[in-house]
């Protein structure tokens, strides 16, 4: 059968609160007994006691007074004989008004009669003593009164006795009841303590060690979950529910960019439809401009409008074919090329265009014999677009300077890095994290699309892209695997 945790908790502080709550009464009991127990010794066992000796005190000082005077006959002895005669009766009636037992009783009455006749023979020797009776008669009467005294003092003797029984009965009554009040709290104290052992190992196993445990799995170390189980637990979850917050949020944010790239790969299986429909309608005009700029005699208005007209169908064309590679991207063809190689080659292609820009391309720590394993013709694109919009960004020249060095990562091994710096305008604080969005961009007549391609050849080459911007100019840097392994790797994953 199945308890819960909280019923056992309840069932076992209950019984430990019935312990306390029993040895508490018992002991005010047992306290209650004992004070009522030396009560009934201290005012009645203890009086009758008392009185019992006191009577036996007294008797005894009258024989001995009365011998006195029959010794030396003064007086004096007989007054004495009389105040503690007075004595004997005063305590004789309390011993009378006192609660003895009847065994006691008995023996109270015989010291009644025995004392009566005492009295009657201590008197008759004392006339016989005043009288001046002879010696033998005197003699004869102390007799008859030490065999009655001893008579007496037998029975006052007997009363005390019995009393000083009673009392001891009495504290052995309450000994054992003091024994047996012991043992009971002692096995309450040995009861209590196993139901501490068995409450606080059912706290320890089932609410303090899974609360411990529950703490370091949700990000707590151990050392602070001992001090404080639920406080770390507490600062665990609160850390949980702040990460949840930030996973929500990111959670949303990716499924709104996952929405934006839906839409965007709508837009551009459309766009690449239009742009490949588009290409063969303005080749064929373009082929037959040039055919009628042949055939014509034209001035030189007209000549300078067929130019532009040129021009305008050469730029449609390139951004067509900007849409087409973002659209449907070429599988990359890896092969091991020198990087130095391929730098001479796209500063050689730009050449012209630099100039009408009046840009100066400053190639830095080139090793021409470092290879890189690349698709090289993506490459070239990628410097190509990059070394362009420095140009662009430059409206009064400037330099573009291109530094490649090598480092080391954990992960991937060893990188190329190419750094590409201009010192232009550089790039505004506010878009720096939106220049690589498809269909981003600041110029009047751009596409959007160069540094979105940039970024996906970059991370084609399992590479990074890292652009930032200073006061001097924009830098772009680009980290690629050096090692073939690297890109085989993860096509067999």
């Known amino acids: 059968m199945n308890i819960s945790l909280r019923t056992k908790l309840i069932c076992i502080f209950a019984a430990m609160t019935m312990m306390v709550v029993g040895c508490s009464l018992v002991m005010v009991w047992n306290t209650r007994q004992v004070t009522g127990m030396f009560g009934r010794v201290v005012q009645k066992d203890l009086v009758q006691y008392r009185t019992a000796q006191e009577m036996e005190m007294a008797l005894a000082d009258q024989k001995g007074l009365l011998t006195y005077y029959f010794v030396d006959g003064n007086k004096e002895w007989l007054e004495a004989v009389d105040r503690f005669h007075s004595m004997f009766q005063r305590k004789l009636k309390k011993a009378q008004s006192l609660h003895f037992a009847p065994k006691q009783k008995d023996i109270l009455e015989q010291i009644v009669v025995e004392y009566e006749k005492y009295g009657q023979i201590k008197e008759r020797?004392?006339?016989?003593?005043?009288?001046?009776?002879?010696?033998?008669?005197?003699?004869?009467?102390?007799?008859?009164?030490?065999?009655?005294?001893?008579?007496?003092?037998?029975?006052?003797?007997?009363?005390?006795?019995?009393?000083?029984?009673?009392?001891?009965?009495?504290?052995?009554?309450?000994?054992?009841?003091?024994?047996?009040?012991?043992?009971?709290?002692?096995?309450?104290?040995?009861?209590?303590?196993?139901?501490?052992?068995?409450?606080?190992?059912?706290?320890?196993?089932?609410?303090?060690?899974?609360?411990?445990?529950?703490?370091?799995?949700?990000?707590?170390?151990?050392?602070?979950?001992?001090?404080?189980?639920?406080?770390?637990?507490?600062?665990?979850?609160?850390?949980?529910?702040?990460?949840?917050?930030?996973?929500?949020?990111?959670?949303?944010?990716?499924?709104?960019?996952?929405?934006?790239?839906?839409?965007?790969?709508?837009?551009g299986e459309l766009a690449a439809s239009v742009a490949h429909s588009m290409r063969n309608?303005?080749?064929?005009?373009?082929?037959?401009?040039?055919?009628?700029?042949?055939?014509?005699?034209?001035?030189?208005?007209?000549?300078?409008?067929?130019?532009?007209?040129?021009?305008?169908?050469?730029?449609?064309?390139?951004?067509?074919?900007?849409?087409?590679?973002?659209?449907?991207?070429?599988?990359?063809?890896?092969?091991?090329?020198?990087?130095?190689?391929?730098?001479?080659?796209?500063?050689?292609?730009?050449?012209?265009?630099?100039?009408q820009y009046d840009t100066v391309l400053v190639v830095e720590s080139v090793d021409n014999e470092a290879t890189i394993w690349m698709d090289r013709d993506r490459i070239r694109e990628v410097l190509v677009n990059l070394i362009t919009n420095s140009c662009e960004a430059m409206k009064d020249g400037g330099e573009i300077y291109i530094r490649q060095t090598r480092e080391q990562d954990p992960l991937l091994g060893e990188l190329a890095v190419l750094r590409i710096t201009d010192t232009g305008p550089g790039i505004p604080e506010p878009i720096i994290h939106k220049i690589t969005t498809p269909f981003f961009t600041t110029k009047e007549h751009g596409s959007g699309l160069g540094l979105s391609i940039v970024a996906r050849i970059v991370d084609e080459h399992k590479g990074r892209l890292l652009v930032s911007s200073t006061e001097n100019g924009a830098e772009v840097i680009i980290k690629i695997p050096v090692s073939r392994s690297v890109h085989e790797l993860d096509s067999h994953h």
């Open 125 to 267: 020797a004392i006339h016989d003593y005043q009288a001046g009776k002879s010696m033998e008669g005197i003699s004869n009467s102390h007799a008859q009164q030490r065999d009655v005294f001893f008579s007496l003092l037998t029975l006052c003797k007997t009363l005390r006795e019995q009393q000083w029984i009673v009392i001891q009965e009495t504290e052995k009554t309450a000994t054992h009841g003091a024994a047996k009040i012991t043992f009971l709290a002692y096995w309450c104290i040995g009861v209590f303590v196993v139901l501490c052992l068995l409450f606080f190992s059912v706290l320890y196993k089932q609410i303090l060690q899974p609360i411990r445990d529950l703490a370091i799995e949700t990000g707590s170390t151990p050392q602070d979950s001992y001090m404080n189980e639920v406080g770390s637990l507490s600062h665990s979850l609160k850390g949980m529910m702040r990460e949840f917050d930030r996973t929500h949020d990111e959670l949303k944010k990716s499924k709104r960019n996952l929405l934006h790239a839906e839409r965007m790969a709508v837009v």
């Open 281 to 355: 309608p303005f080749t064929s005009i373009k082929m037959r401009m040039f055919s009628l700029s042949r055939s014509l005699d034209l001035n030189d208005a007209q000549n300078e409008d067929l130019h532009v007209i040129s021009d305008e169908i050469d730029r449609i064309d390139k951004i067509v074919t900007a849409f087409l590679e973002f659209a449907r991207p070429p599988k990359l063809q890896f092969k091991e090329y020198r990087l130095g190689d391929l730098i001479s080659s796209v500063a050689n292609l730009l050449k012209y265009r630099l100039e």
